[in-house]
């Protein structure tokens, strides 16, 4: 595993009781300028000690605390002095664990809430007016704060919506304020973290990129030498900056022209960083093998296997000329890490880069961006002085449109979805929708149906459009194109592109869709 990341002193640790919200708030927490990482409920007291926290969030979950096996906090956690908020489940936990009661109540709370202060707001709330909306998603409540807790707020269907022990410095919410539907949401978080807790809102961008130079420069050494494959992609093109900062010229950038990208994105690639950003770059065409090795390739994990064994031995190719280089630069994410590295979780695709390489790679990983959510990678990348089409460029896959080709890959389906992918993301970004929307391509499907064009038969194949919003690509939605937006791509689509006569709209959400196809 790669050490070069930046871990600040000041950690708020979010104890995650449910695998969706407790990365929300751990963005949210990071929004107050406080460093946050995510910890499995199953953590003693002691282990939680050893990292130092200085303050604990505890999340939300969908169980409730009353079911056999419903996750628990070790009870020494809340004799350890370090300030806790729990959050939904959370709180529940807090009063269902210090000896007060949670209720089965005739009914849940779901959605949009007033949550209304009893007397002065005690601590936690103090600033906050005497009623505000507040978002609930839960079915149990707590009826009976524990002994020396007091109870500062309540909802319709929450006798006990905000408790706090100031002296033990122990506080819990029934609502959920990471959640932008709540408000003064983030005044709250602030609010504990900030004022109750004493974390120094210290965590910014600038303070990311000087730990993590640092952090690069240790692991690497005097005078080592690292390679960053650049995909075309917003994640290695921020750490190779990001490590080109720290080691200048002894970093090589390696861009493997696999043949699978979109159109027009080797030029670009090759012209940003060599020229724009003076970093040396090794520009190996390897399209040719990689559709040699496709050839016949239709089962998806086994088309990810061959291209990601072909990115590899085309990269080690490409070392021969840095011989010295014995650490790799990777652009992998923090969400990358919780989703590959959550034992319970099923796998769903061999994407992530995480854990994904040969067993015989003989690099060093350097993970600078380990620790960083997306929308933080972006920033660091801005304030890197990266130009804006790379660091608002949307998500790409590592295997590039062979995932976005169902079917075998060859030379000429790729070509025809280039284009149609050019036509999509072109009239998107003319429409102003490029920063609404997370993702948006063009998919070629391996099936055929029957057409008319000029009064003649067709039979070709269709194009599928792909649009969706999300945070941070663990769920999302589809988006909500225009329908004029969508008629034009469509005509655009089958009168420009010669093997396709007709486009179809994906329309299913993640989950149950994925945003890939393959
Ligand atoms: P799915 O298709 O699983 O994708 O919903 C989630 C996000 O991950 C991107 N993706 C990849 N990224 N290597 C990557 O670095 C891969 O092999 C890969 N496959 C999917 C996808 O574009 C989406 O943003």
Redesign the pocket.
Known sequence: MSDAIAHPEQVVLVVDFGAQYAQLIARRVRECNVYSEIISHDLSAAEIMAKRPAALVLSGGPKSVHVEGAPRLDPDIFDLGVPILGICYGAQLIAHQLGGTVGRNDRGEYGRTTLARDGDGGQLLGAMPDEWTVWMSHFDAITAAPEGFVDIATSANSPVAVLEHPERRIYGVQHHPEVKHSEYGQDLLRRFLIDLAGCEPTWTMASVIEESVVAIRHQIGENGRAICGLSGGVDSAVAAALVHKAIGHRLTCVYVDTGLMRQGESDQVVETFRRSQGIELIHVRAAERFFEHLVGVTEPETK?RVIGEQFIRAFERAKGGIADAHFLVQGTLYPDVIESGTESAAR??S???VGGLPEDLDFSLVEPLRNLFKDEVRSVGAELGLPDDIVWRQ?????GLG?RIVGEVTPETVAILQQADAIVRSEIIDAGLDRDVW?YFAILADIRSVGVMGDERTYARPIIIRAVTSDD?MTADWARLPYDLLEKLSNRIINEVDGVNRVAYDITS?PPG???WE
């Open positions: 990810r769903i695709k994407h992530h880069n998500p790409f896959p590592g295997p995932v993702q690509a993640k994925t945003i890939e």
